[in-house]
């Protein structure tokens, strides 16, 4: 798979991300399941926006520390990344699996992703974001 591919893919992951009000942590932590998957040689041209959907969803329900309504997630998924609810459930547990139930991730894996979302938002620096996210440190 292209680093190109992989680049467009980020940008729809984060378009989901700012539609559904996710917090950029969770994108982060999505960013860094789907590489994994990239260098495990399971993601391919073929099946990224499925893998990228779970991805989404899967960091959602370890990270996202806001009542999600996981239905409209996978609609915005469907949406924007054109794969269907149905196939993202499917293949939920065959990618926390291909992750080794690996979901919490230490923060030296997900600063890097944080830091370059949050300098093309509106927020002035990662700090400045998580200043009333304790959550961030505590699960992390």
Known sequence: ????????????????AEIRD????SLASAYVY???LVLKQIANKYNRRLLAGVCLLLAC???DPKELNYARLLE???????VP???????????YAALEFTLFLPLWEIMPHLERIVDA???TSVEEYLKNRTFFYSGH
């Open 1 to 16: 798979m292209s680093l190109t591919k992989i680049r467009k893919l980020k940008v729809q992951m984060l378009q989901v």
């Open 22 to 25: 996710l917090e950029l942590s």
């Open 85 to 95: 609810p149905k196939e993202v459930y499917a293949h939920e547990f065959s990618v």
């Open 76 to 82: 915005t998924v469907e949406k924007v990344l054109e």
């Open 121 to 123: 938002s509106t927020h």
């Open 61 to 63: 329900k370890v990270n």
């Open 34 to 36: 789907f590489e994994k």
